[in-house]
């Protein structure tokens, strides 16, 4: 066998990114808030960069903010103390007097399922054992409240795990108790069990005695929509079926999803807009952003020549010199990262305008055209993954509402059609709203109806944006 040396020359191109343009992309994947919070971080970090004094100047705004008080705060001043001051001075009431007053309470986050049934259980003469046994069990529940797991394989668990020897019978008392608990319909081993769980506990009349039997004994049926069939099987007409129906519709399929949510998180969480659109009479839209990062500038002492208020002592004097120039250097960059990722952003949100304008003058989903990155490339001249990144969990706030950049993206159905998706879920949406609830529309009957007003489109296609709209097939929207 011979062996041989050989060399071959090849020439490659490759696309390599600077540091500085990774770091670029990396900000304009960020948010407003988290632009924000690395703007802090910065100044925080680089001796080198400071905030602009001369704030008055920017953006045109020429507000001396340095004498701040009201008329108000000048008065209140004329108290000793804020004892002093009587409480109709610290309220403000422009109700009349026979409108409602709610007083502001605060509003505790709730604690977790698990806390929350054993406090329950806290309240009962359930023995220290018991209550061990309960907090295990209660341990297998999912989010909405529904057992995962067997009964002996929870007994096992406590066994093996926990060292507590439990009979079945005790097991089973324990998980009886469990399920009696608040809310209604926790502990259940399925949907049909969660459901009656939550009918064994309202008042008892005609209407909650067939929806028991419904759920019981013909769910399967039910689930099918197949009033005529179950109407025959009960012996009820349909006016009786209607009552029981509603009734098992008030019910919740998911009874513990909203333990362990705060009320005022959910009250107080909001999203910050990256952009606002505005639009005047003469139906000009006009771009801002929010101006809520300082001007930055280089911090003086780092912009002092070489040797200027410093004398030379050698390899410290070197070493000085070296600090000062990098950190003047990082400070330049970001200050320059901050004005292009800012006109990035403008550029890419006033080419998504031109190609919207007409919904951002109409607000109205059905006048959105297609759109994708590239169109929005050709008008910009940026590449499409920059467009991706600059678009990505940003919002913008018009005069009908805030919306995801990624909501104005949007492809054509067929080629050659101008309409877009967003259109033809409008479209779809409508029609279904507008059908008989007794006999729902198919969705061969809906891809004929929507090709009757210009959108040709397959059934399966119907499907998917049917799906998408988060709506069930006809069968399951059937009503009595």
Request: glycine share 6%; proline share 4%.
């Amino acid at each position: 066998m011979k062996e041989s040396l050989s060399q071959s020359l090849e020439q490659r191109m490759q696309l390599r990114l600077s540091p500085l343009q990774i770091r670029l992309v990396r900000m304009l994947e960020m948010s407003e808030p988290e632009i924000e919070e690395e703007v802090r971080r910065e100044l925080d970090d680089n001796p080198a960069l400071e905030v602009s004094d001369n704030v008055s100047e920017r953006d045109g705004e020429g507000v001396d903010d340095s004498y701040g008080e009201t008329a108000e705060d000048m008065q209140l001043a004329d108290y000793a103390n804020e004892d002093d001051i009587p409480p109709y001075r610290l309220g403000v009431n422009n109700r009349s007097a026979d409108d409602p007053v709610y007083d502001a309470v605060a509003v505790a986050g709730n604690g977790s399922l698990i806390d929350y049934l054993m406090s329950q259980l806290a309240e009962t003469d359930m023995s220290e054992r018991k209550l061990a046994i309960s907090r295990y069990v209660i341990g297998n529940l999912d989010d909405n409240g529904y057992m995962t797991r067997s009964l002996q394989q929870i007994g096992d668990d406590l066994a093996f795990d926990a060292g507590i020897e439990v009979s079945e019978e005790e097991l089973k008392s324990v998980y009886e108790a469990i399920r009696g608990l608040d809310p209604a319909g926790v502990g259940a081993n399925d949907l049909r069990d969660c459901l009656l769980l939550q009918l064994k506990r309202l008042p008892d009349n005609d209407s909650t005695r067939l929806a028991r039997e419904i759920v019981g004994n013909y769910f399967d049926i039910f689930s099918l929509r197949h009033f005529d069939r179950l109407a025959s099987m009960l012996g009820v007409n349909r006016e009786s079926l209607k009552d029981a129906d509603e009734v098992i519709r008030s019910l919740d399929p998911k009874p513990a999803s909203r333990i362990g949510e705060s009320e005022a998180d959910d009250r107080t969480r909001h999203i910050i807009p990256d952009f606002y659109v505005e639009v005047d009479q003469n139906d000009r839209v006009t771009v801002t952003m929010p101006n809520n990062i300082p001007d930055l500038v280089i911090e003086r002492s780092f912009v002092m020549d070489g040797d200027d208020g410093m004398d030379n002592a050698g390899k410290r004097h070197d070493e000085a010199l070296s600090f000062i120039a990098k950190k003047r250097e990082e400070a330049s960059d970001f200050i320059e990262l901050l004005k292009m990722r800012r006109s990035t952003l403008i550029n890419v949100m006033e080419a998504i305008v031109r190609w919207q304008k007409e919904f951002f003058i109409t607000e109205d989903e059905s006048r959105l055209r297609p759109m994708v990155l590239r169109d929005v490339s050709s008008l910009t001249g940026l590449d499409m993954s920059v467009i991706s990144r600059a678009t990505a969990g940003k919002y913008v706030a018009t005069p009908g509402g805030v919306y995801s950049l990624k909501f104005f993206f949007n492809e054509k159905v067929n080629e050659g059609e101008e309409a877009s998706s967003r259109e033809i879920l409008s479209s779809l949406k409508r029609l279904i709203s507008e059908e008989d609830p007794s006999s729902p529309l198919s969705d061969d009957a809906l891809t004929g109806m929507l090709a009757g007003i210009g959108y040709n489109i397959a059934r399966r296609t119907v499907a998917k944006y049917r799906e998408r709209l988060g709506i069930p097939v006809a069968r399951l929207r059937k009503k009595i």
